[in-house]
């Protein structure tokens, strides 16, 4: 293997979510690898004609087409146990939704209209998705959280897209001469190289607001690729035999591999495909330990400070994506049992494990990562069940001013109230806080909140005063002070 685990942590702050950067060339017909910076140049396909690749850099391996033997071709990232997944086919570009076990391809039919089609990731359950329209689809790339596919019609003078199942076909952009295409999902915009203007652009998914971002010392500008995270694009210029970088506004153009005959694709890649990524807590395997690392910072922005570990699909911020990724990745059977003997150092609860869930369910990500949840709530849900008793907790912080937390603990599913009084037994404020799941309100997301105002919007006096729960048939009253 070219590739092993770094052993120099990342610290807060850094943005180094890619080192490596593979591409193919059309002229030599190699794939071909080097470090970010252009060094360290390496050949890993010299057998065939390769005309795209795309990374699987969870799973460690690497897609790539061959158009002139029609294979799609599967093998490990540093190009090593080569197998043919699919024969038969004319395929060019190649993009896959990893999570989705998916893999998508454009093919050039010379006596036909062009076609997209999609398969599972080993070659099985080949769908036609658009059949029609299509002359020179050049490059396809996803948004899969969307819904959509994007691809350049390049010899009919278009970028179009359309839902994953091939419906709804859409002209998104016209009167251009597109090549290569990829999309910044978490800002909406994709960018797209015109080979005959020899220029970059940029355009939000809607085709609106077409911006050119380089403009100057392209050829035949081909692929792109996005680091996102990075605040950085590369791209391909065939024309001059270069792969180059710039900022996404186009800013600072420089020259990161020269003297190539003639590069067109592209792919972004880390130093240790399938365990860099995954391994958050650094301990050099994937378990459910790295699930509650990465749970330790979910619903967090990279730039609130987040620990960059924990955003594995580098799209800055901690969220279901990056969670499933990591729980398609732990063995279910394991993971739950030993997950839950940690229960009182989780820091998650049933129910936020519940909403995962249903968040995952709705984006339609991986069934895999999902069934690791599923197992992870049933055993934290009994786990929690068997020592839960319905009780007031005391409120933090106690003194108070102008704001506290009141946990409490349900055994049973039940319609909750919380009522604040004086010490003369007056009713100061009723929070109403709705039909709630058994389980523990004690964190400040869960517990009910007062922000020592009555139920006009003034604040109380300093003193003493009493909370009761209601929950079904519980009550249970305790004290606290606010101080001013």
Same mark, same amino acid.
Request: aromatic share 8%; hydrophobic share 45%.
């Given at each position: 293997?070219?590739?092993?685990?770094?052993?120099?942590?990342?610290?807060?702050g850094?943005?180094?979510?890619?080192?490596?950067?593979?591409?193919?060339?059309?002229?030599?017909?190699?794939?071909?690898?080097?470090?970010?910076?252009?060094?360290?140049i390496?050949?890993?396909?010299?057998?065939?004609?390769?005309?795209?690749?795309?990374?699987?850099?969870?799973?460690?391996?690497?897609?790539?087409?061959?158009?002139?033997?029609?294979?799609?071709?599967? !093998?490990?990232? +540093?190009?090593?146990? $080569? %197998? *043919?997944?699919?024969?038969? &086919?004319? =395929?060019?570009? #190649?993009? @896959? /939704?990893?999570?989705?076990?998916?893999?998508?391809?454009?093919?050039?039919?010379?006596?036909?209209?062009?076609?997209?089609?999609?398969a599972?990731?080993?070659?099985?359950?080949?769908?036609?998705?658009?059949?029609?329209?299509?002359d020179?689809?050049?490059?396809?790339?996803?948004?899969?959280?969307?819904?959509?596919?994007?691809?350049?019609?390049r010899?009919?003078?278009?970028?179009?897209? !359309?839902?994953? +199942?091939?419906?709804? $076909? %859409? *002209?998104?952009?016209?009167? &251009?001469? =597109?090549?290569? #295409?990829? @999309? /910044?999902?978490?800002?909406?915009?994709?960018?797209?190289?015109?080979?005959?203007?020899?220029?970059?652009?940029?355009?939000?998914?809607?085709?609106?607001?077409?911006?050119?971002?380089?403009?100057?010392g392209?050829?035949?500008?081909?692929?792109?690729?996005?680091?996102?995270?990075?605040?950085?694009?590369?791209?391909?210029d065939?024309?001059?035999?270069?792969?180059?970088?710039?900022?996404?506004d186009?800013?600072?153009?420089?020259?990161?591999?020269?003297?190539?005959?003639?590069?067109?694709?592209?792919?972004?890649g880390?130093?240790?495909?399938?365990?860099?990524?995954?391994?958050?807590?650094?301990?050099?395997s994937?378990?459910?330990?790295?699930?509650?690392?990465?749970?330790?910072?979910?619903?967090?922005?990279?730039?609130?400070?987040?620990?960059?570990?924990?955003?594995?699909?580098?799209?800055?911020?901690?969220?279901?994506?990056?969670?499933?990724?990591?729980?398609?990745?732990?063995?279910?059977?394991?993971?739950?049992?030993?997950?839950?003997?940690?229960?009182?150092?989780?820091?998650?609860?049933?129910?936020?494990?519940?909403?995962?869930?249903?968040?995952?369910?709705?984006?339609?990500?991986?069934?895999?990562?999902?069934?690791?949840?599923?197992?992870?709530?049933?055993?934290?849900?009994?786990?929690?069940?068997?020592?839960?008793?319905?009780?007031?907790?005391?409120?933090?912080?106690?003194?108070?001013?102008?704001?506290?937390?009141?946990?409490?603990?349900?055994?049973?599913?039940?319609?909750?109230?919380?009522?604040i009084?004086?010490?003369?037994?007056?009713?100061?404020?009723?929070?109403?806080?709705?039909h709630?799941?058994?389980?523990?309100?004690?964190?400040?997301?869960?517990?009910?909140?007062?922000?020592?105002?009555?139920?006009?919007?003034?604040?109380?006096?300093?003193?003493?005063?009493?909370?009761?729960?209601?929950?079904?048939?519980?009550t249970?009253?305790?004290?606290?002070?606010?101080?001013?």
């Open positions: 293997m070219l590739f092993t685990l770094s052993a120099v942590p990342l610290t807060l850094e943005t180094v979510p890619y080192q490596s950067i593979y591409y193919v060339d059309d002229d030599t017909r190699k794939i071909q690898w080097a470090n970010v910076d252009g060094t360290n390496k050949d890993l396909v010299t057998d065939g004609y390769p005309a795209d690749i795309a990374l699987d850099v969870l799973g460690g391996k690497m897609y790539y087409t061959d158009d002139i033997r029609g294979l799609i071709y599967r !093998a490990d990232v +540093d190009g090593s146990n $080569v %197998e *043919d997944i699919l024969t038969d &086919v004319a =395929p060019r570009s #190649i993009a @896959l /939704d990893v999570l989705g076990s998916k893999m998508y391809w454009t093919e050039w039919h010379f006596e036909s209209d062009d076609k997209i089609r999609r599972n990731l080993d070659g099985s359950n080949v769908e036609d998705l658009v059949t029609a329209g299509l020179g689809v050049w490059n396809i790339a996803l948004d899969v959280s969307g819904g959509k596919m994007y691809w350049t019609n010899w009919r003078n278009k970028i179009q897209r !359309a839902n994953l +199942d091939g419906s709804n $076909v %859409e *002209d998104i952009i016209t009167n &251009v001469h =597109p090549a290569g #295409i990829a @999309l /910044d999902v978490a800002n909406g915009k994709m960018y797209y190289t015109d080979w005959l203007s020899a220029n970059i652009q940029r355009a939000n998914f809607d085709g609106s607001h077409i911006q050119a971002i380089v403009l100057r392209l050829r035949e500008p081909a692929g792109i690729i996005l680091d996102v995270a990075g605040d950085k694009m590369y791209w391909a065939a024309g001059s035999g270069k792969i180059q970088r710039a900022n996404l186009g800013s600072n153009v420089i020259d990161i591999i020269t003297d190539l005959r003639a590069p067109v694709r592209l792919a972004l880390t130093t240790s495909p399938g365990l860099w990524d995954l391994d958050v807590n650094q301990d050099s994937i378990t459910y330990i790295d699930i509650i690392a990465l749970a330790m910072y979910y619903g967090v922005s990279v730039d609130a400070g987040v620990n960059l570990r924990a955003d594995v699909n580098k799209d800055g911020r901690v969220d279901i994506k990056d969670l499933i990724v990591v729980a398609r990745a732990v063995d279910a059977a394991a993971a739950a049992p030993a997950l839950v003997q940690q229960r009182n150092r989780l820091p998650f609860t049933a129910q936020e494990v519940a909403a995962w869930i249903r968040d995952a369910k709705y984006q339609q990500l991986s069934v895999r990562g999902i069934a690791v949840l599923e197992h992870v709530l049933e055993a934290l849900t009994r786990s929690e069940m068997s020592s839960v008793k319905t009780a007031l907790l005391a409120n933090y912080p106690n003194p108070f001013n102008p704001e506290t937390w009141i946990p409490y603990q349900l055994a049973t599913p039940a319609d909750v109230t919380l009522t009084s004086a010490v003369d037994g007056q009713v100061v404020r009723t929070l109403g806080l709705g709630q799941a058994a389980g523990v309100y004690q964190r400040r997301s869960r517990a009910a909140y007062w922000d020592g105002r009555n139920a006009v919007g003034e604040s109380v006096a300093s003193g003493v005063y009493f909370y009761t729960l209601t929950a079904g048939d519980f249970a009253t305790r004290k606290l002070l606010i101080r001013k």
